[in-house]
DNA sequence: CCATAAGTACGACCGTCGTCAAACTTTGAT
DNA sequence: ATCAAAGTTTGACGACGGTCGTACTTATGG
């Protein structure tokens, strides 16, 4: 839990968070609208995935990146819910 | 709510959050189980104050602390919940 | 009036975190 | 074989945040 906090504390991962929340596939680390270099973006992917947000895998050079919301909803009821509603996003 | 992740994501706050939250009345600053110095609960419950998660009065000289649920739910659906879940709490 | 209790305010210290650039690796295409 | 694309790794730097001690304020009780 205070992984999980710690990882969704940062802006940009929150972004990631939600955009791979809104995103109907999965995502690759670089089709992220994140204004970081790349080895920050691999450092918040690394971040994310420690923390069991994230899972991922790769397909030729691209790393691709799954939200694991079944697992996140069932060690943590309702908290990826309260962070994704679009006016949590918003204020 | 940047401002109320980064009130939740230290464990000491966290902790005064939910003891609030567990408690059937307002709690003195003096009362809550936490281990640090006078001065540094005095910092903590600052952030707490100014990420609108309590309200504090007077009385006599302890200083009272209220969890101000109701603000959060409105603002926040089901991140409070999310957090002082027993199950939250645990992991 | 004085002493004690309950917090607050102010610096200071130190560790951690986000950030980047540079060099490297690996995969796929020409 | 070469080259480009996509990430990773490492090291460094700077800022911010949690912690404490000390001094200060305010209120209650004898």
Redesign the pocket.
Known sequence: MQQVL??L?????RSIVTQLSAADSDV????FA??????????????LREAGLIR?Y???????NALRRADMDEAFPGLLDALTTPQARQR
Chains 1, 2 share one sequence.
């Open positions: 710690e990882a504390v940062d802006p940009v991962r690759a680390c670089g089709a994140i204004a970081v270099s790349k080895s920050t973006a691999t450092h918040h992917f690394k971040v991922q790769y397909v030729g050079t691209a790393r691709m």
